[in-house]
């Protein structure tokens, strides 16, 4: 069993700063890529920013030079520090992340595991 828990979402006013915290539990192997996700009503969940195992980073265009993703995998944790925040930053915001586990004795494959989701809200 793993799960994914996410906290420090909110309501925050158009140019504010929020950090999303994410933090993985379980029979967990190893992690390799963590990401957030997020879905806006009336569309379909995109990825927001992602991070390998060695620190790579990807992140959606719109994102750029306003949010920056961050790993600690001693913590099995993974932050999302966003600022200068616009109203159409709007959304759920789901943790993702790539997990094997080992359970009595068995490895199992990387899979996907999502968390909860946490709401995060810009007013203009």
């Known amino acids: 069993q793993v799960q994914l828990v996410e906290s420090g979402g909110g309501l925050m006013q158009a140019g504010g700063s929020l950090r999303l915290s994410c933090v993985a539990s379980g029979s967990i192997f190893s992690i390799n890529d963590m990401g957030w996700f997020r879905q806006a009503p009336g569309e379909q969940r995109e990825l927001v920013a992602s991070?390998?195992?060695?620190?790579?980073?990807n992140y959606v265009d719109s994102v750029k030079g306003r949010f920056t993703i961050s790993r600690d995998d001693a913590k099995k944790a993974v932050d999302l520090q966003m600022n200068s925040l616009k109203p159409e930053d709007t959304a759920v915001y789901y943790c993702?992340?790539?997990?094997?586990?080992?359970?009595?004795?068995?490895?199992?494959?990387?899979?996907?595991?999502w968390g909860q989701g946490t709401p995060v809200t810009v007013s203009s």
């Open positions: 993702n992340a790539y997990i094997r586990t080992l359970t009595s004795g068995l490895l199992s494959p990387s899979r996907a595991y």
């Open positions: 991070i390998t195992p060695d620190g790579g980073t």
